[in-house]
Nanobody, 117 residues
Framework: QVQLVESGGGLVQPGGSLRLSCGTSISGFRLYLMGWYRQAPGKERELVATITNGGHTDYADSVKGRFTISRDNAKNAVYLQMNSLKPDDTAVYYC???????????WGQGTQVTVSS
């Protein structure tokens, strides 16, 4: 059974940094588009960032210049470096693995990020 396990969330002050990690047991990790999404209380889940096997990245406008997504295909892992955090970044962050155009679409259980003074 495919598992995605996030870690690295927590409480941080505005302006601080956190690094999220997502490890997975997926076979054929390189085939997957990896992404981070987040869901704040009372809001819909939204895309934060994605990264292809080739390293092409896309970001939500709200995090451009502050967040960096990366992946390590040798470790079956994806990361999200979050800098200059704001209270609006407070949410549960989810790791996602999918093959576009297929039924292969997996989610982690989420990790809470809280930005507050």
């Amino acid at each position: 059974q495919v598992q995605l396990v996030e870690s690295g969330g927590g409480l941080v002050q505005p302006g601080g940094s956190l690094r999220l990690s997502c490890g997975t047991s997926i076979s054929g990790f390189r085939l997957y588009l990896m992404g981070w999404y987040r869901q704040a209380p009372g809001k819909e889940r939204e895309l934060v960032a994605t990264i292809t096997n080739g390293g092409h990245t896309d970001y939500a406008d709200s995090v451009k210049g502050r967040f960096t997504i990366s992946r390590d295909n040798a470790k079956n892992a994806v990361y999200l470096q979050m800098n200059s955090l704001k209270p609006d970044d407070t949410a549960v962050y989810y790791c996602n693995a999918r093959i576009p155009g297929s039924l292969y679409n997996y989610w982690g259980q989420g990790t809470q990020v809280t930005v507050s003074s």
